[in-house]
């Protein structure tokens, strides 16, 4: 009886963790639907127009009853995408090469000052965001280095190496040095025994640094609000500012297309990662 009673309360919260999670997702997907361009919570039938404007596929409001109005310009926020996926994708290689030859050399080797530099490491994923944007601002203004989309990759590369350091160190701490020894025994070379011993063993830590890697830096506002310059907005930068002048239907498209990426992005990870376990 007892345990029937656990299992139900078990089961109880987990639904109710779950609604309290994917709720508010599944409010944004469904009012990005709604024909109203007024008040989202009121629906007056389905439509893809906000879709077809972000995309550039809807026609120019040339009046107030024409829905169009309400979209922002398609220009704008296509500049903004690029500035997102060109930040993140420099952003994801650097971080990736960085972060996981660190990982190597601190695993690997033993050198003077070797934990102070393992805990520096750490330090840009705790300290707050809104101090390292402020901090790298201050920085990129003494130096005379111009607010661009250089200082928004270098900006995320200071906390990101951290991220993808973490997860491939705890990757190399399962793996069994036994198998490069017995590499290098056999007569491979160093190159040989990372390319085909120690390599395809960090694939999954090593994606799924990148991915991570990749998520944040699409997804971060704070320090990049502090450290993009004039032309070089970014997509959470742009729908920030979009939301400042009120939450319009076209928000709610851009998120539900956000959300679709990353479930895409997520799925390609488990499938990729699936492949090498295999």
């Not at 050399?105 to 994923?125: D, E, I, N, T």
């Not at 101090?131 to 995320?156: A, D, E, K, R, Y």
């Not at 959300?259 to 992005?265: G, H």
Request: proline share 3%; charged share 10%.
């Amino acid at each position: 009886m007892q345990s029937r009673l656990g299992w139900a309360v078990l089961t109880i919260v987990a639904v109710l963790f779950f609604v309290f999670i994917y709720a508010p997702l599944l409010v944004i997907v469904v009012t990005s639907f709604n024909a109203n361009p007024v008040n989202m919570l009121i629906w007056d039938g389905f439509t893809l127009d906000w879709y077809r404007g972000l995309l550039g596929l809807g026609e120019r409001a040339t009046d107030v009853s024409n829905r169009a109005l309400y979209i922002e310009s398609t220009d704008q926020l296509l500049a903004a995408v690029r500035n997102s996926l060109t930040v993140a994708a420099a952003t994801t290689a650097i971080s990736t090469v960085v972060g996981t030859a660190t990982a190597l050399a601190l695993a690997r080797h033993r050198f003077k000052g070797r934990g102070v530099y393992s805990g520096g490491l750490l330090l840009p994923m705790m300290m707050p965001d809104i101090v390292l944007g402020i901090g790298l601002l201050i920085f990129f203004v003494t130096i005379g280095m111009q607010l661009s989309l250089l200082t928004i990759i270098i900006g995320h590369c200071t906390f990101l190496i951290s991220y993808v350091y973490l997860i491939v160190q705890a990757r190399l701490a399962g793996l069994d040095p036994a198998l490069e020894e017995a590499s290098a025994d056999l007569g491979a070379s160093e190159w040989t025994t990372f390319r085909k011993v120690l390599l395809p063993q960090l694939a999954p830590g090593i994606l799924g640094g990148a991915l991570l890697a990749f998520v944040i830096s699409m997804d971060d506002l704070v320090i990049t609000y502090f450290i993009a310059g004039t032309g070089s907005t970014t997509l959470p930068v742009y729908i920030f500012g979009m939301i400042r002048r009120g939450v319009k239907p076209e928000i709610n498209a851009i998120a539900t297309m956000i959300i679709l990426a990353s479930i895409l992005i997520a799925a390609l990870g488990l499938w990729l990662r699936s492949r090498k376990t295999d």
